[in-house]
């Protein structure tokens, strides 16, 4: 139940709440059909993770999944790329919560203020990361709560106050401007649901952390997957009901929407909530995120050993530091900016994990244990093509940054020296699991 609520939080962040205005102005109505198309195109690849988990115990995900399947570069270009996620995921909270600040009042508006507050939470969730970190467990259960009890509070409450009138018409207006323009609007909604989606691959990153990880890992993906569908499609469901075409009208519709049907304490509690849950995804973001390139240091030797070395409260403090100062950049771009990058950064991640329950089904390397993806390559192959279809969403400038990132990371790994040792234990490792 832990990793399940862990994994509840992981996925529903900020997009939950922000995002419902700008896939109803591409979709309409039909956003409800979109947020279940988009889910059920992630479960496939959250499939594909199940799979994955159940082969392997270690902690890193993406990254470790194709360390095993494509060979050391690959691994470690996937793990910056993961890092590089983490550290726009991070960001994105930090600007969502300014952006609810905002609505509450203009002078959060004002540049000075803006930043002083973004770069001050910043330094506060790396203090705590260096001398606190016990805090973090009680502010992700917290965090969690939070957002569960909004978000039950405004479908069952809000259900009584929709209108049927809001339900028409069925056919988006896009569709009226041709199959081209449709399928443009249809993408740019897809891609925003796809990111809220996204979080679910943070899970097994932690995986050496979780008691028998190769089993409960894939019942956790599959049960958050299916538990984040119901939810969002509800909300947005009841979003829609309640304030129809003015929805596009608001930063925060969910809050309005619960306001306009049972009056200014239903704001109240759902920005309450939303600023909790805003808040809880940052900081589980401020731990997460160093973590993950301390252990690309630590455990493979992919990262100079500097960059993973701990103070004495057991701290990466160097790779806390190092995604400090990569979040403060970032938070100079837009939310939706940010969204783009994190789908693009997932995307990247996707593609060779697939590849590699592809390779592994093939080969028979590294057994299943607890989970089995059924109906042989099926599965993968419809994630993979599915996936790629997001790369028609993409512009320049989110392709620019994934490039740009890629390139750097490939350039510092010819001057990041090797351990030898390090690389003969994980040869021993594949021939045993071979073997086996």
Known sequence: MSIYFLGINGVIGSGAFLLPQTIYKDMNLMSVF????????????????????????????????SYHAFG?????????????????????????????LKTLSPVFSNHAVYYGIAIGIIVLFTIINLFGRTVVKLVDNLSSAAKMITILIFIIIGAFFIHKMNFTPVIPKAATLGVGPYFKHFGAAFSVVFYMFTGFSFIPIAAKQMNNPEKNIPKVLISVMITVTILYALMMLVAIGILGSKMVNYSTPIAVAFQKAVGDWGYVLVIAGMLISVIGVAFAGSFNTPSLIASLANEHAMLPKWIGKKNKHDAAWVAILLSAIITMILITQ???????????????????????????????????????????????????????????????????????????????????????????????YLSKMRNK
Request: with cysteine; hydrophobic share 50%; charged share 10%.
């Open 34 to 65: 979109v947020t279940i198309c988009a889910a059920l195109t992630v479960s496939m690849v959250a499939l594909c993770y199940a799979d994955l988990s159940s082969r392997f115990t270690g902690s890193g995900a993406a990254w470790l999944y």
């Open 72 to 100: 050391r570069f690959t691994g470690y270009e996937l793990g910056i790329y993961t890092w590089f996620l983490g550290c726009c995921t991070y960001a994105a909270e930090i600007v969502a919560l300014l952006t609810i």
């Open 334 to 428: 837009s939310y939706l900016f940010l969204v783009s990058c994190i789908v693009l950064a997932s995307f990247i991640q996707y593609v060779p994990s697939i590849l590699a329950v592809i390779k592994f089904k093939h080969t028979n390397e590294f057994p299943n244990n607890g989970f089995k993806l059924p109906f042989s390559y099926v599965i993968p192959a419809l994630a993979l093509i599915i996936s790629c279809y997001m790369v028609t969403n993409f512009t320049w400038k989110t392709i620019l940054v994934g490039v740009v990132v890629g390139v750097l990371a490939a350039v510092a790994y010819f001057f990041i020296e090797k351990d030898e040792k390090v690389e003969e234990k994980h040869q021993k």
